[in-house]
């Protein structure tokens, strides 16, 4: 019986010491978020003050612009620095920074690091020139002149004019193109690029180093073409060379037409242009033969037998040469049928003999 007693008092007291230990684990959990909190609380008013801000990647802002428009200070909590606010104030206000990532390092240091604006295109539009960014920002509007050394736009219809607002067109694809190819261009370093034309989106075109325009076609394969073009004029299109290239297709290549080729093709006016009869009606002095050597409007030379003209020996047959015992001699350099003349001795007669078909003595030849 006793060996009962001591049983049931041993198993009435185990409830109290469990109920014990369970109480001393709240305490410690509690105790710990208590000291937790306090730790907090001083830590945002008393301990990791800012005492130094780094500035990185800025050449175009002041360091106090900066720290103006961000809104921090040494002296203000770390830990209670809204990072993306910052952030967003400097991208929204200064418009040269394309990008800013503010960092916090323990125990006091705040690192603003910023990536400024590249200039990458002149975008024309109503005679006017807006500077467009990298990443597809407008930095300045209205100028009246192009910056240089970055393309000029042409053919896009800006739908947004303000300064540090998004690139936008009327013709949506456009921009899309647009931010595609200057990005290409920037990765392959494609250098020299004056102008680009997306006035008909099918029909893109290139002008580079003010001698070579380039047609790439539509925007499709934008990377493979402006790839396959660059080592083309890289390895294959000498400095000096100034023409068309026109890209055909990745089977068909890339066709080169040289600029003579092209002027070639196109109507020559200066070719077709008539005598001006004004000037052929005029006699000048040059056109004397001498001494009474004249023209006889049929065909022959009459005048002073010892200038080599007579009548039986000098006579124009009406083709291609003349019967002078001599050499034929015949030029046509200005356009006009200049004949030269060299009878075997020493009166050789060229272009100051026969000049703009006139012939003097009171009769000129404009009949050529």
Same mark, same amino acid.
């Given at each position: 019986?006793?060996?009962?007693?001591?049983?049931?008092?041993?198993?009435?007291?185990?409830?109290?010491?469990?109920?014990? /230990?369970?109480?001393?684990?709240?305490?410690?959990?509690?105790?710990?978020?208590?000291?937790?909190?306090?730790?907090?609380?001083? *830590?945002?008013?008393?301990?990791?003050?800012?005492?130094?801000?780094?500035?990185?990647?800025?050449?175009?802002?002041?360091?106090?612009?900066? @720290?103006?428009?961000?809104?921090?200070? =040494?002296?203000?909590?770390?830990?209670?620095?809204? $990072?993306?606010?910052?952030?967003?104030?400097?991208?929204? $206000?200064?418009?040269?920074?394309?990008?800013?990532?503010?960092?916090?390092?323990?125990?006091? /240091?705040?690192?603003?690091?910023?990536?400024?604006?590249?200039?990458?295109?002149?975008?024309?539009?109503?005679?006017?020139?807006?500077?467009?960014?990298?990443?597809?920002?407008?930095?300045?509007?209205?100028?009246?002149?192009?910056?240089?050394?970055?393309?000029?736009?042409?053919?896009?219809?800006?739908?947004? @004019?303000?300064?540090?607002?998004?690139? %936008?067109?009327?013709?949506?694809?456009? %921009?899309?193109?647009?931010?595609?190819? @200057?990005?290409?261009?920037?990765?392959?370093?494609?250098?020299?690029?004056?102008?680009?034309?997306? =006035?008909?989106? *099918?029909?893109?075109?290139?002008?580079?180093?003010?001698?070579?325009?380039?047609?790439?076609?539509?925007?499709?394969?934008?990377?493979?073409?402006?790839?396959?073009?660059?080592?083309?004029?890289?390895?294959?299109?000498?400095?000096?060379?100034?023409?068309?290239?026109?890209?055909?297709?990745? &089977?068909?290549?890339? *066709?080169?037409?040289?600029?003579?080729?092209?002027?070639?093709?196109?109507?020559?006016?200066?070719?077709?242009?008539?005598?001006?009869?004004?000037?052929?009606?005029?006699?000048? %002095?040059?056109?004397?033969?001498? &001494?009474?050597?004249?023209?006889?409007?049929?065909?022959?030379?009459?005048?002073?037998?010892?200038?080599?003209?007579?009548?039986?020996?000098?006579?124009?047959?009406?083709?291609?040469?003349?019967?002078?015992?001599?050499?034929?001699?015949?030029?046509?350099?200005?356009?006009?049928?200049?004949?030269?003349?060299?009878?075997?001795?020493?009166?050789?007669? $060229?272009?100051?003999?026969?000049?703009?078909?006139?012939?003097?003595?009171?009769?000129?030849?404009?009949?050529?």
């Amino acid at each position: 019986m006793n060996g009962t007693y001591k049983e049931n008092r041993m198993n009435s007291q185990r409830p109290a010491a469990r109920r014990q /230990t369970v109480n001393m684990r709240n305490v410690y959990v509690a105790s710990f978020f208590a000291a937790a909190a306090l730790l907090l609380v001083l *830590s945002m008013f008393l301990f990791f003050n800012v005492s130094e801000i780094k500035i990185e990647g800025v050449t175009l802002y002041e360091q106090d612009q900066i @720290l103006g428009v961000g809104g921090v200070s =040494t002296g203000q909590n770390l830990v209670r620095t809204n $990072t993306d606010i910052v952030e967003k104030r400097l991208k929204d $206000t200064l418009v040269y920074l394309d990008d800013v990532k503010v960092t916090k390092k323990f125990p006091s /240091t705040l690192v603003i690091t910023c990536t400024e604006a590249e200039k990458a295109a002149d975008i024309e539009y109503k005679n006017s020139y807006y500077v467009l960014s990298a990443s597809g920002k407008i930095l300045e509007t209205k100028n009246p002149a192009p910056t240089g050394d970055i393309p000029v736009v042409k053919g896009f219809e800006l739908k947004s @004019l303000s300064q540090g607002d998004k690139l %936008a067109s009327e013709d949506s694809f456009k %921009a899309d193109i647009l931010k595609e190819l @200057l990005n290409e261009l920037h990765d392959l370093k494609f250098k020299n690029i004056d102008s680009i034309d997306l =006035t008909t989106r *099918s029909d893109i075109k290139l002008m580079y180093d003010g001698r070579l325009e380039i047609k790439l076609g539509s925007s499709v394969d934008m990377e493979y073409k402006l790839t396959y073009l660059k080592a083309v004029i890289d390895k294959s299109i000498t400095d000096d060379y100034e023409g068309t290239l026109i890209y055909n297709g990745a &089977d068909s290549g890339i *066709s080169a037409i040289p600029k003579s080729q092209d002027e070639s093709s196109k109507p020559d006016d200066t070719s077709s242009a008539k005598p001006d009869d004004s000037s052929s009606s005029a006699v000048s %002095a040059d056109t004397n033969i001498d &001494d009474g050597s004249t023209w006889d409007g049929d065909n022959s030379w009459s005048g002073d037998d010892s200038q080599g003209y007579s009548d039986d020996t000098n006579a124009w047959d009406g083709n291609d040469d003349a019967d002078n015992a001599g050499t034929d001699q015949w030029t046509n350099e200005n356009g006009n049928t200049d004949w030269g003349y060299d009878n075997g001795g020493d009166q050789g007669y $060229t272009d100051n003999g026969y000049a703009d078909n006139g012939y003097v003595d009171d009769q000129t030849n404009t009949d050529w």
